[in-house]
């Protein structure tokens, strides 16, 4: 899908929808996508993008000339994320203030880290959205190079292919396949819909038992026929 066609029709209604709706959308679907413990690092606006994936190696597994992030950066459109694929690994930096600057330069929504970045600060002044598991000091350099970059990646149980959709808040990450985009969105706003119709409901007095009956809130994700 190409940026002008996401833009258009995808992403005004994306950004309107919590992690959550979408991740019960999902559900509904016996579909998977959201991945557990990458959440911002520090309060940030909500990221909706297509993926440019990297893909991390340590130091010696694979040579390389040019800094990990640049060409990722360089290869970016306007409004797409980063997604960085380092295992999970906690305690080695591969995202901070130099490539948060370029990136927001490029337009760029925000970076998802499947481990750890640093110059938090930084990014939080420049208000570029950053995404990880853990936040260290130190360097990259000498410690782990780029492998790849728009390749297949996995941000925790999660693949992530170029291309792909990321949603991220405060609730953490949702990757969805664009070939999914339309269903998943029309569950997803559903929903969000019948949450807000609840909401009402019990600010306006009615008892959260009537409430459980009249919207059989245990199966909201079963089909019509199943909740019926």
Same mark, same amino acid.
């Given at each position: 899908?190409? =940026?002008? $066609?996401?833009?258009?029709?995808?992403?005004?209604?994306?950004?309107?929808?919590?992690?959550?709706?979408? &991740?019960?959308?999902?559900?509904?679907?016996?579909? %998977?996508?959201?991945?557990?413990?990458?959440?911002?690092?520090?309060?940030?606006?909500?990221?909706?993008?297509?993926?440019?994936?990297?893909?991390?190696?340590?130091?010696? #597994?694979?040579? &390389?000339?040019?800094?990990?992030?640049?060409? #990722?950066?360089?290869?970016?459109?306007?409004?797409?994320?980063?997604?960085?694929?380092? %295992?999970?690994?906690?305690?080695?930096?591969?995202? @901070?203030?130099?490539?948060?600057?370029?990136?927001?330069?490029? /337009?760029?929504?925000?970076?998802?880290?499947? /481990?750890?970045? =640093?110059?938090?600060?930084?990014?939080?002044?420049?208000?570029?959205?950053?995404?990880?598991?853990?936040?260290?000091?130190?360097?990259? %350099? @000498? =410690?782990?190079?780029?492998? #790849?970059?728009?390749?297949?990646?996995?941000?925790?149980?999660? !693949?992530?292919?170029?291309?792909?959709?990321?949603?991220?808040?405060?609730?953490?990450?949702?990757?969805?396949?664009?070939?999914?985009?339309? *269903?998943?969105?029309?569950? #997803? *706003? &559903?929903?969000?819909? %019948? *949450? !807000? $119709?609840?909401?009402?409901?019990?600010?306006?007095?009615?008892?959260?038992? !009537?409430?459980?009956?009249?919207?059989?809130? *245990?199966?909201?994700?079963?089909?019509?026929? !199943? =909740?019926?």
């Amino acid at each position: 899908m190409d =940026r002008i $066609s996401f833009d258009r029709n995808y992403r005004p209604r994306l950004i309107r929808l919590s992690t959550t709706n979408l &991740s019960d959308a999902l559900d509904s679907l016996n579909a %998977r996508g959201a991945v557990i413990g990458i959440r911002p690092v520090f309060a940030s606006r909500r990221i909706v993008g297509r993926a440019i994936t990297i893909k991390i190696a340590a130091t010696g #597994a694979v040579r &390389s000339s040019r800094h990990l992030g640049v060409e #990722a950066i360089a290869e970016a459109e306007d409004g797409d994320i980063i997604a960085i694929d380092n %295992r999970g690994d906690l305690n080695n930096n591969c995202w @901070g203030e130099v490539l948060s600057c370029a990136a927001k330069v490029k /337009g760029i929504q925000g970076v998802v880290v499947d /481990g750890a970045v =640093r110059d938090v600060d930084a990014c939080q002044d420049m208000q570029f959205p950053v995404y990880a598991r853990n936040v260290v000091p130190i360097t990259a %350099r @000498g =410690r782990i190079v780029q492998e #790849a970059f728009n390749c297949p990646i996995r941000l925790g149980n999660e !693949e992530v292919r170029p291309g792909d959709i990321i949603i991220g808040d405060v609730n953490g990450i949702v990757i969805i396949r664009p070939e999914m985009l339309d *269903e998943v969105i029309q569950i #997803a *706003e &559903s929903l969000m819909s %019948r *949450e !807000e $119709s609840m909401k009402a409901d019990l600010l306006s007095g009615m008892d959260v038992l !009537e409430m459980d009956r009249k919207y059989n809130y *245990e199966h909201m994700l079963d089909s019509p026929r !199943e =909740r019926s």
